[in-house]
């Protein structure tokens, strides 16, 4: 392994190596909360929900399999920044030219894949929203067939069950005296019910039970307001962390730019020919 010698530039990349991935090393660590506040808030996820949320496909996955392990993945990218900024930390201490060029390659790497995502992110989002959306409406029509939580139909127990959790009504939001999206369900042999029991407040799993100016009347303060798509964003908080993650994203880009051209620099940075170690 060749160890270098360094001039001015491959010194200042030095210490500016060790700095990055120090920081690098604690925001691995760092991404260990979020991943485990996710895990916490989608722990609604229960056998009977996900086959509902896997009629929806996110880019050819299934909505219940990435909400079930986002949290998962925040942990795993975790691990990875935790090792790269390892990388880092001992091709700089070592000036290790093998470690910084895989290094650097790594980071190069990171790097134009963040770049990809952002851009896509911020094309795709509102399209990937709606495509969600609409999925969800089409999955409510087709599939609930009873208002129960242990009927015949996995399905329709699914969307009871997701009613109940989230404490939603449809997939779009219900207003007074109408059924909203269940207005749109031929294949709920409902009566005179305009939505479902699990709809209206206080019903619960044990106690499957609404009276008629909930479930026939829709009487305002007595069922749920809330369509379930905002329910289930707002599980998420998104919209409250934006910026935060938008800012966050930002700073690691800049800093990964240092990394790489620093690394860069100590590689370059070299005098005479080194020894071999």
Do not use: H
């Amino acid at each position: 392994e060749l160890k270098m010698g360094l001039d001015c530039g491959g010194k200042m990349g030095q210490f500016i190596l060790v700095i990055i991935n120090t920081v690098f090393l604690l925001m691995g660590l760092g991404l260990f909360i979020p991943g485990i506040v996710l895990q916490t808030n989608i722990d609604f996820v229960s056998d009977e929900i996900k086959p509902v949320l896997d009629q929806v496909s996110v880019t050819g996955i299934a909505l219940g399999d990435v909400v079930k392990n986002l949290g998962i993945g925040f942990i795993i990218v975790g691990v990875f920044v935790f090792l790269v900024a390892v990388l880092g930390l001992m091709g700089a201490c070592c000036k290790s030219k093998c470690l910084l060029t895989i290094y650097a390659i790594i980071v190069l790497l990171i790097l134009l894949s963040q770049i990809v995502v952002v851009i896509l992110w911020f094309t795709m989002q509102n399209q990937l929203n709606s495509v969600v959306k609409d999925e969800l409406s089409t999955s409510l029509k087709n599939n609930f067939r009873e208002d129960s939580l242990k009927g015949s139909n996995q399905l329709s127990n699914g969307w009871n069950y997701i009613f109940l959790t989230l404490k939603c009504c449809g997939v779009n939001a219900v207003t007074a005296g109408n059924a909203g999206d269940f207005a749109n369900t031929p294949n709920w042999t409902k009566g005179s019910k305009k939505i479902p029991t699990s709809c209206c407040v206080g019903v619960t799993a044990s106690n499957y039970t609404a009276p008629p100016t909930c479930t026939d009347n829709v009487a305002a303060g007595t069922y749920y307001t809330s369509g379930c798509y905002d329910a289930l964003i707002n599980k998420f908080d998104t919209s409250k962390y934006s910026s935060v993650f938008l800012g966050v994203g930002v700073t690691i880009i800049i800093i990964e730019i240092l990394a790489f051209v620093s690394s860069i620099l100590m590689c370059r940075g070299n005098y005479g020919e080194g020894n071999l170690a």
